[in-house]
């Protein structure tokens, strides 16, 4: 039986009571609690704020190439522009370059 299992249900849909509830509770993460599912919450909301900046900026990279027609910085200011903004708003270098 895996940890990530949902504890077994009656007919009103409540979870069975075990003869130790504190143990099952541990063994299930199902019940971390309240601050675990806070932070959760919160990585959520920033990793999707980090997702959508760093897409902008893999369009924009595209964008400079195909207008500048060089792959390299130094050959095409537009593509250095936008990798120093990349560079500014924290862009990982596999996504903006």
Request: charged residues 20%.
């Amino acid at each position: 039986m895996s940890s990530f299992s949902v504890l077994p249900q009656n007919s009103v849909g409540r979870p069975e009571q075990t003869s130790c509830p504190s143990r099952s509770s541990a063994l299930s993460p199902l019940f971390m609690g309240r601050a675990a599912a806070v932070r959760a919450a919160t990585k959520g909301k920033t990793d999707a704020k980090k997702a959508k900046v760093n897409a902008l900026f893999g369009k924009k990279v595209i964008m400079a190439i195909k207008s500048g027609g060089s792959a390299d910085p130094n050959a095409n200011r537009a593509l250095a522009d936008v990798i120093k903004l990349a560079k500014a708003n924290s862009v990982p270098v596999d996504v903006s370059y």
